[in-house]
């Protein structure tokens, strides 16, 4: 079976014409997907911007050993390139595993989707991650599973995947060239024996391979993330979004190197450069190329509870976990009623955000309108896609592109909070100049307040705060703040670019 | 003839399904080592493999170390880092 790869470009005419919600000039990265496999990407919290208001995904950490050695991990502590906690971190046995999921899911019916990602590799651990999924498979249906690997035992893994209920596959894929592997992997243990440089390279990038066709043949859902290392692999990733789409990834996520030296990471202590959010972005628009899907991969912690966002995980720790009663099928029917309600939400959505576009009286307004630039807009958000966090309280801030009528999501700028509320405040003008550097390239920034004195250093660095719109949909207050710009004739485009957005 | 875990362990479990005589096992006791090799069952994967299995794949540079406290992974062999490097990261780690 082929599975389309999600591009920029026009899907190919004659494809039997394109479903209705998809036809539009609005960019929808899941228009050129079949439907079945649509079906199965638009309400998972790590595929769809839309769902991923609603939906949750948890994570439990079953996969404690690995079978590789990537240079930006160092095993004894979180990582913050592949979504796994660190071996420190609260480490379970299968069967607390499955409790821990059952409790969330009873506590939290938008918990669809359960993943183990670590903290080592899932695959090298058949046993403890396919115990989990047995069970879960068994006792909760209504949980989709996911597992990501960096690939090496993929192959051998497929047949045993393939019975469980598995949702997709996430693999690790930043090379296809042996030689920039040997800079990214010092060793792989292959066969009883640890194999290092570019030998070691070369069999992990064919297991990776192997794994991803097999996968996909099947018919499950593979999706490549590939960590963008500048001056490693940044050109090369292009040539392996190619590939990997070539065989049927539907979904290909570029993510920055995350490197610092406290971290205890090779390329942390070498000094290795991450990319900037612009060079990020550049790439992952050749790469990802898709519009509003994925960008809002927050590479979230592994053991991470809740929605997207927020972190319910000092709920569910194991001693309270001993202590719930999980009745699962009443649980199961409780979320069925929710889930039911959410999908008729996003229903209706999709349908009133296709309704104009059927609409033939529609005023051609191309010509009304003066053009204007497109701008970059960030905002502080704890989630459910509305203005609802203070400035200084953000660990991170979600940028959106708009233009005159599009706007797309472009991904998260992780930072430091401006205020701990204690005394690290002391240290708020460096993180403050941090904050700033991390938004390069914003123009706008929205949050539900604002203090004074950050409020001085935005406007200074050229990002104009603004915290009239707080609790409003996003969606809708950038729009409102584009258009009172624009009114205010601030948004006039130099005529090359005139010209150029015009075309 | 046996291996020994000491102190820098991290715990990965990487080692413990490896070993073909079921030598190795998780001590949860506080200022131990976090894995143990039993010395009466380990033969350094003598007559079974070619290279003892926990020190073929435990990422931890120095973790494992033979009858005479030698390092099976020294220090820099397996993530390449430059040695003074490794030190400054030690004296910064001391510091915390
Ligand atoms: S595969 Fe994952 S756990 Fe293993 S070394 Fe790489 S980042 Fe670390
Ligand atoms: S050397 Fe071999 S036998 Fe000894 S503990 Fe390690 S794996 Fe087991
Ligand atoms: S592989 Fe090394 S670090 Fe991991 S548990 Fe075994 S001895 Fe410890």
Redesign the interface.
């Known amino acids: 079976m082929e599975l389309p790869v999600i591009s920029n470009a026009a899907p190919p005419s004659g494809g039997g014409g394109c479903s209705e919600s998809g036809c539009g000039t609005e960019p929808d990265a899941l228009s050129h997907l079949p439907d079945h496999i649509r079906s199965k990407v638009q309400d998972h919290p790590c595929y769809s911007e839309e769902a991923h208001h609603y939906f949750a995904r948890m994570h439990v950490a079953v996969a404690?050993?690995?079978?590789i050695?990537c240079?930006y991990c160092n095993?004894?502590y979180d990582c913050s390139n592949e979504s796994r906690p660190g071996?420190?971190s609260e480490l379970m046995t299968p069967d607390q595993a499955v409790k821990k999921t059952l409790a969330v899911a009873a506590a939290i019916p938008q918990m669809t989707v359960l993943g183990i990602a670590g903290?080592?590799d899932p695959l090298?651990?058949p046993?403890r991650t396919f115990e989990t999924f047995r069970q879960l498979s068994e006792q909760a249906p209504d949980i989709k599973l996911c597992v990501s690997t960096n690939g090496l035992s993929l192959p051998d893994c497929v047949d045993e995947l393939a019975k469980h209920n598995i949702d997709h596959v996430t693999i690790t894929i930043n090379c296809v060239d042996p030689e920039i592997g040997a800079k990214i992997y010092?060793?792989i243990?292959w066969e009883?024996?640890?194999i290092r440089g570019v030998e070691g390279a070369k069999i992990l990038i064919e297991q990776q391979q192997k794994g991803l066709e097999m996968l996909t043949s099947r018919g499950i859902l593979v999706k490549v993330n590939s960590v963008m290392i500048p001056g490693v692999n940044d050109q090369h990733l292009k040539e392996v979004s190619k590939i990997v789409k070539a065989k049927g990834a539907f979904l290909h996520n570029v993510m920055p190197l995350i490197a610092e030296?406290?971290h205890?990471t090779?390329y942390g202590?070498?000094g290795q450069p991450e990319p900037t959010p612009l060079e990020l972005q550049a790439l992952q628009d050749d790469c990802s190329g898709d519009m509003s899907m994925m960008r809002h991969c927050r590479q979230c912690r592994a053991d991470a509870v809740g929605l997207l966002g927020e972190d319910r995980g000092d709920e569910f720790t194991l001693d309270k976990i001993d202590e719930m009663e999980v009745d699962y099928a009443t649980a199961m029917v409780e979320r069925a009623k929710v889930h039911e309600a959410i999908t008729t939400e996003l229903e209706m959505k999709r349908a009133l955000k296709a309704a104009p576009k059927f609409n033939p009286d529609a005023p051609l307004e191309d010509e009304a309108v003066p053009a204007t630039r497109n701008i970059r807009i960030a905002i502080a958000t704890k989630g459910g896609g509305v203005i609802n966090e203070h400035f200084g309280h953000a660990h991170e801030f979600l940028v959106y592109e708009i233009g005159p009528k599009e706007h797309r999501f472009l991904g998260h700028r992780k930072c430091t909070p401006y205020c701990m509320g204690d005394e690290s405040c002391g240290d708020g003008e460096t993180v403050l100049g941090g904050i700033i550097r991390s938004l390069e390239g914003v123009e706008v920034l929205l949050a539900s307040k604002i203090g004074f004195e950050p409020w001085a250093d935005l406007e200074k660095a050229g990002i104009q705060p603004n915290g009239e719109h707080a609790m409003e949909p996003i969606e809708d207050a950038i729009r409102a703040v584009y258009d009172e710009m624009a009114a205010a004739g601030k948004l006039a485009l130099p005529r090359a670019d005139s010209a150029a957005q015009a075309a | 003839m046996s291996l020994e875990i000491v102190d820098s362990c991290?715990?990965?479990?990487?080692c413990?399904?490896l070993c073909p005589n079921k030598a190795i096992s998780a001590v949860m006791q506080p200022g131990e080592p976090l894995f143990f090799i039993n010395p009466d069952k380990c033969t350094e994967c003598l007559g079974d493999?070619?290279?003892p299995?926990c020190a073929?794949?435990c990422?931890?540079e120095g973790a494992i170390v033979d009858e005479y406290g030698e390092a099976l992974n020294p220090l820099g062999s397996?993530?390449?880092?430059p040695l003074h490097?490794?030190e400054q990261?030690r004296e910064?780690e001391c510091r915390q």
């Open positions: 404690p050993a690995c079978n050695q240079n095993r004894k071996v420190v903290p080592g090298a651990n046993e010092p060793w243990f009883n024996k640890r030296a406290e205890g090779y202590i070498m | 991290v715990g990965c479990f990487a413990e399904p493999h070619d290279l299995q073929e794949i990422p931890i397996l993530t390449g880092i490097l490794l990261m910064a």
